[in-house]
């Protein structure tokens, strides 16, 4: 039985995770459950699945927690903050570490699991859109891996399997196109965050619902698939795909493209993040005549998105621009869920910051996190 730690366990990943929790309770078992400040859920799920550890992620919530679980406190070891992730994280005796936390926040937890030497099953693509190099050189120093649970990720590696990495020809990433993807430039200028969130395919949490409509999930994505994958920017591709039947794929050199197709269900990407090179029996129907019908391809428009172009930028240029890339998305997709900026400004106030920055060519992680904190400031400014 594999001992399981789910971090954002209220979100829509972690509530994933706990369904194949459930699902195969002969196969897993949680031991860390972390959550934000969903209290009452994270409480709920305690009393269920009794782990050992509950993490908040400020010192401000533990007290509510405490009194959601009333006299049941006491049987948790209950941590708080970023630091609290990080320790939870490598908390010994952990076979899987799920991050599921949105943002910069989740780069305490894939630290803390790989420096324990952990698997880290990946879902908080941030932390390697910011820190990727450090984190790929903490896997190989603690031996142990980084296992994606992006669904386009998840796809990425699973084709990589077919083949060796010097014959491969291009990565390419599919996108659903968000609920913009047929809208003119006029509409989404005008576009209201009940329009943003309401996505065609995924159900999935604001801020990843507001990043697919944007194209912005595509853009950090990119990122993530050239630290994740050791490639450059140039064998990285973008199609959209409406249907998000077709995850990803991988074109070989000799012309073949080897495709990862399934229903749009995060639990089969975690699952197999969980039990690789295993797999278990699906709890949901991925395969049918009807789910392949009518699948259609089409090239993202760049001048209605410009934010892959940033992500491609990012990419290419490495040392810190992922982190300031990551840190202005997250400033604007708060500002527009806010009401102080529209949909489209996001795309400005993005590359304003990405084109003021000045980059550490080989950044440790204070100068990550000092390009974090100044992207977050100077888009204040824009």
Same mark, same amino acid.
């Given at each position: =039985?594999? $001992?399981?730690?789910?971090?954002?366990?209220?979100?829509?990943?972690?509530?994933?995770?706990?369904?194949?929790?459930?699902?195969?309770?002969?196969?897993? $078992?949680?031991?860390?459950?972390?959550?934000?400040?969903?209290?009452?859920?994270?409480?709920?799920?305690?009393?269920?699945?009794?782990?050992?550890?509950?993490?908040?992620?400020?010192?401000?919530?533990?007290?509510?927690?405490?009194?959601?679980?009333?006299?049941?406190?006491?049987?948790?070891?209950?941590?708080?903050?970023?630091?609290?992730?990080?320790?939870?994280?490598?908390?010994?005796?952990? %076979?899987?570490?799920?991050?599921?936390?949105?943002?910069?926040?989740?780069?305490?937890?894939?630290?803390?699991?790989?420096?324990?030497?952990?698997?880290?099953?990946?879902?908080?693509?941030?932390?390697?859109?910011?820190?990727? &190099?450090?984190?790929?050189?903490?896997?190989?120093?603690?031996?142990?891996?980084?296992?994606?649970?992006?669904?386009? !990720?998840?796809?990425?590696?699973?084709?990589?399997?077919?083949?060796?990495?010097?014959?491969?020809?291009?990565?390419?990433?599919?996108?659903?196109?968000?609920?913009?993807? #047929?809208?003119?430039?006029?509409?989404?200028?005008?576009? #209201?965050?009940?329009?943003?969130?309401?996505? &065609?395919?995924?159900?999935?949490?604001?801020?990843?619902?507001?990043?697919?409509?944007?194209?912005?999930?595509?853009?950090?994505?990119?990122?993530?698939?050239?630290?994740?994958? !050791?490639?450059?920017?140039? $064998?990285?591709?973008?199609?959209?795909?409406?249907?998000?039947?077709?995850?990803? =794929?991988?074109?070989?050199?000799?012309?073949?493209?080897?495709?990862?197709?399934?229903?749009? %269900?995060?639990?089969?990407?975690?699952?197999?993040?969980?039990? !690789?090179?295993?797999?278990? %029996?699906?709890?949901?129907?991925?395969?049918? &005549?009807?789910?392949?019908?009518?699948?259609?391809?089409?090239?993202?428009?760049?001048?209605?998105?410009?934010?892959?172009?940033?992500?491609?930028?990012?990419?290419?240029?490495?040392?810190?621009?992922?982190?300031?890339?990551?840190?202005?998305? /997250?400033?604007?997709?708060?500002?527009? =869920?806010?009401?102080?900026?529209?949909?489209?400004?996001?795309?400005?106030?993005?590359?304003?910051?990405?084109? @003021?920055?000045?980059? !550490?060519? /080989?950044?440790?992680?204070? $100068?990550?996190?000092?390009?974090?904190?100044?992207? @977050?400031?100077?888009?204040?400014?824009?």
């Amino acid at each position: =039985m594999k $001992q399981i730690a789910v971090f954002g366990s209220t979100g829509s990943i972690g509530q994933s995770t706990l369904n194949i929790c459930r699902d195969h309770r002969q196969a897993f $078992q949680v031991m860390v459950l972390a959550a934000g400040s969903s209290v009452d859920e994270l409480a709920r799920q305690a009393l269920e699945f009794r782990p050992e550890v509950l993490v908040v992620g400020r010192s401000e919530s533990e007290a509510p927690l405490r009194e959601a679980l009333g006299g049941a406190a006491q049987d948790f070891e209950i941590m708080a903050g970023p630091q609290g992730l990080r320790e939870a994280a490598g908390r010994p005796g952990l %076979d899987v570490v799920v991050s599921g936390i949105t943002g910069a926040q989740g780069l305490p937890v894939s630290l803390g699991a790989l420096e324990a030497g952990t698997r880290l099953a990946l879902a908080n693509k941030e932390s390697m859109v910011m820190a990727g &190099p450090l984190l790929d050189a903490m896997a190989r120093r603690h031996q142990t891996e980084i296992i994606p649970v992006d669904s386009e !990720h998840s796809a990425l590696f699973q084709c990589l399997l077919s083949g060796q990495s010097q014959d491969l020809g291009k990565l390419i990433l599919t996108a659903s196109g968000g609920p913009f993807r #047929t809208k003119s430039r006029a509409e989404m200028e005008r576009a #209201t965050l009940a329009e943003a969130l309401a996505h &065609p395919t995924w159900s999935m949490g604001p801020k990843i619902t507001i990043d697919s409509a944007t194209m912005f999930n595509k853009a950090l994505e990119i990122v993530e698939a050239r630290w994740l994958f !050791h490639v450059p920017h140039e $064998q990285i591709d973008v199609v959209v795909h409406p249907q998000s039947i077709v995850h990803s =794929m991988v074109l070989w050199r000799d012309g073949s493209v080897i495709a990862q197709m399934g229903a749009p %269900d995060m639990r089969v990407p975690i699952q197999y993040a969980m039990t !690789h090179p295993e797999r278990l %029996d699906a709890t949901l129907e991925t395969y049918s &005549p009807r789910l392949f019908n009518g699948l259609n391809f089409e090239a993202p428009d760049l001048e209605r998105f410009p934010s892959l172009t940033l992500g491609f930028l990012a990419a290419e240029r490495g040392a810190t621009y992922g982190a300031v890339l990551n840190a202005a998305n /997250e400033e604007a997709v708060a500002a527009f =869920m806010a009401g102080r900026i529209g949909f489209t400004d996001i795309f400005d106030r993005v590359g304003q910051v990405v084109e @003021r920055h000045r980059p !550490h060519p /080989e950044p440790s992680l204070e $100068q990550i996190l000092e390009a974090d904190a100044w992207a @977050r400031e100077e888009f204040s400014r824009c």
